[in-house]
Every structure is written in C-alpha cells, then in structure tokens.
C-alpha cells in the first residue's frame, strides 16, 4: 500500500485530486469507479473546478458507482444518483450515457446486481476506483464480515451505518436497510483504488486497514491485497497508525518518492 499523509483535509483532497487529473489526462477514456459520501463532495467540486478553470475533461471516461439503496428511485433527493448528480455529474463534461449506478430501484435487485457486475466487466473493468472507508471499516456497503470473494450484490447495512447516514435522511426509520454495492472482488479487480479518508472518526478503521490483520471483519483490509493501492489521509485519520513516521519518510508530506 502507498500511505500519503497530508496535512490537513484540503491538501489531502488536492492530493487525490491530482490522482484523479493525471488519470484521466494521461488516459481520457479511463473507466473510474466512484464512490459518494462526505469525504467525496469536496473531491467532486475540485475536480468540478479543475473542469471549469484548467479544462480537465471527463467527456471519454465511463463511470461505474459502488452502491446504491435499495428501495429509491434515481430521482429521490438521498438516492446516490442524485448525490452524483449534484456533487459532480452536472458540473463537468461527463457523457450522461456512460455514467452508471447500480438500480436500486430494480424489480428484482438480485438480478440488477447480476447485470451491473456483467456491465462492470463488458466496459473492461475499472481503471481508477475511489474509495471512501466507514468508520467499521467498510468499503462500498460491503459491511464487516463480507466475503472477500464477493461480488455485486445485495447487503444489509449495519445499525452503524444506517446511523452514521441517517444524517442524510428523515429518520433512522427511513435510512434504508438494504443496498446494492459491487464486491470486494470487484473491487481489488479494479487496475488502481485511491481511498481517502479524512477526520478523526476514521482513525481506527484506517490502522485497522492498512495495519491490521487481512479480515472480512474490516473489508477494507483487502486493499492489503491490491498492487496498486494508494490511501491518502489528513494527520487526523493518519493519528492511529504505528508506523506512521515510516510512512512519512517514504512519501514526506504525502509527495511521491522516488521510485515511484
Ligand atoms: C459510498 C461508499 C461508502 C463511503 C463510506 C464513507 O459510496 O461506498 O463506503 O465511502 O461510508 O462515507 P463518508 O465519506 O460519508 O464518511
């Protein structure tokens, strides 16, 4: 894993944002996995902003989000379609018709999940996935204890992750119970993951990734598996880490070292 450390949330952000422009400039039809969640909104309007003042071009790329709830049409305001939507879709070049998100709205989910990994591997598989991570160390929805072999499919949310996203709804009654990710094995599939997590609240669940035990009790601890895993983090999501003042040493201040 290559660990950056930045200082604080924005140079993390701009960070991860220069992953993404390079990506993309160096590969315009790049097929990127997103992801939503808070730690994305400032993402999204960085790149928003380097579409808008430096050209950067998301016209040729194709996207591929990790989940969605079941039970929400495109349209509903906490549906993850409209979270794209406003954070990123309507202020960039995307091509609407090769965005995708898995249906949660589908007749049967089971078979949407089936198609969506189908649509996933017919595209040629992910170049860039983004990751955000849970504070029980979840990725996508795959919740504590998914199959690392897993692919696109149904998940029950946990009571903390229902609570941890029920800021976003009207009740914890109303957050969904239910949603449709891609699998941890979609997931490593993926040519490159670039996790971020930012704040104090991910602390725990980044040590436990980067330096815990592989274990489906914290799915992101898989990325131990993927040769290209970048995880970028502010000081406050870093603060856990043993081995921190290594990582530091390696990439000072988050930059590339030189082998790199
Ligand atoms: C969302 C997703 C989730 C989030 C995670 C962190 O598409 O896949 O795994 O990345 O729950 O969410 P925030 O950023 O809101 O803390």
């Not at 204890?145 to 009571?159: C, D, M, N, P, Y």
């Not at 490593?188 to 930012?198: D, G, V």
């Not at 104090?200 to 669940?205: I, S, T």
Request: with cysteine.
């Amino acid at each position: 894993m290559k660990v950056l450390i930045l200082p604080d949330q924005q140079t993390a952000i701009t960070r991860a944002a220069d992953i993404v422009a390079d990506t993309v400039t160096k590969q315009p039809d790049a097929v990127l996995g997103l992801a939503t969640g808070g730690t994305m909104v400032p993402l999204y309007s960085e790149l928003a902003q380097r579409h808008r003042e430096a050209g950067l071009s998301f016209a040729q790329t194709t996207s591929f989000n990790l989940d969605e709830y079941i039970g929400l049409s495109p349209d509903h305001p906490c549906s993850y379609h409209h979270f794209m939507q406003e954070t990123f879709f309507d202020h960039v070049d995307i091509d609407p018709s090769r965005t995708h998100l898995p249906k949660g709205d589908a007749p049967d989910p089971r078979i949407a999940s089936d198609a969506y990994e189908a649509l996933i591997a017919k595209a040629g598989g992910i170049d860039l996935q983004l990751l955000g991570i849970g504070q029980n160390g979840h990725i996508g929805f795959n919740e504590p204890t998914a199959s690392l072999g897993s692919r696109t499919r149904v998940k029950t949310l946990t009571h903390s992750t229902r609570q941890a996203n029920q800021r976003y709804f009207a009740s914890f009654d109303e957050t969904p119970k239910y949603a449709i990710t891609t699998g941890v094995a979609t997931i490593l599939e993926s040519r490159m993951c670039l996790l971020i997590a930012t704040g104090e609240a991910k602390a725990k669940a980044v040590a436990d990734m980067i330096e815990g035990p592989l274990t489906a009790v914290c799915p992101a601890s898989a990325l131990q598996l993927h040769a290209r895993a970048t995880i970028v983090l502010d000081e406050a999501a870093a603060g856990a880490l043993a081995l921190r003042d290594y990582y530091q040493t390696v990439h000072p201040e988050g930059r590339d070292s030189a082998f790199d």
